[in-house]
């Protein structure tokens, strides 16, 4: 299993950036997909979740209005549309797969992550 994240880098804030997470080696469609993210320092944490079929998002209080996940089980591909960005947005960006029908924040249920990529966003 292989989940390739890509789409970070650097942005003022104000900006945004459109991460992809392209997956391999499973079915796709059979596991609710996340993003979650790391800051320096901190504990990763959830950032938005999409069931197995799309039709369910959820999203961590800080970014809700701001960030847009969206998958195309046609492409295996989940997406994460990142607007109004703030320097606080800034950290490592990571996919994860959870066999599970709905969307879920516990780390824990996530059976595949995916290598991260780095969001920076300055002031």
């Known amino acids: 299993v292989q989940l390739q994240a890509s789409g970070g880098g650097s942005v003022q804030a104000g900006g945004s950036l459109r991460l992809s997470c392209a997956a391999s080696?499973?079915?796709?469609?059979?596991?609710?997909m996340a993003w979650f993210r790391q800051a320096p320092g901190k504990e990763r944490e959830f950032v938005a979740g999409?069931?197995?079929?799309?039709?369910?998002?959820s999203y961590s209080d800080s970014v809700k209005g701001r960030f847009t996940i969206s998958r195309d089980n046609s492409k295996n591909t989940v997406f994460l549309q990142m607007n109004s960005l703030k320097p606080e947005d800034t950290a490592v960006y990571y996919c994860?797969?959870?066999?599970?029908?709905?969307?879920?924040?516990?780390?824990?249920?996530?059976?595949?992550w995916g290598q991260g990529t780095l969001v920076t966003v300055s002031s």
């Open positions: 994860a797969a959870a066999r599970v029908t709905m969307t879920t924040s516990n780390r824990i249920l996530y059976d595949y």
């Open positions: 999409v069931s197995r079929s799309g039709a369910i998002t």
């Open positions: 080696g499973l079915s796709f469609s059979s596991y609710a």
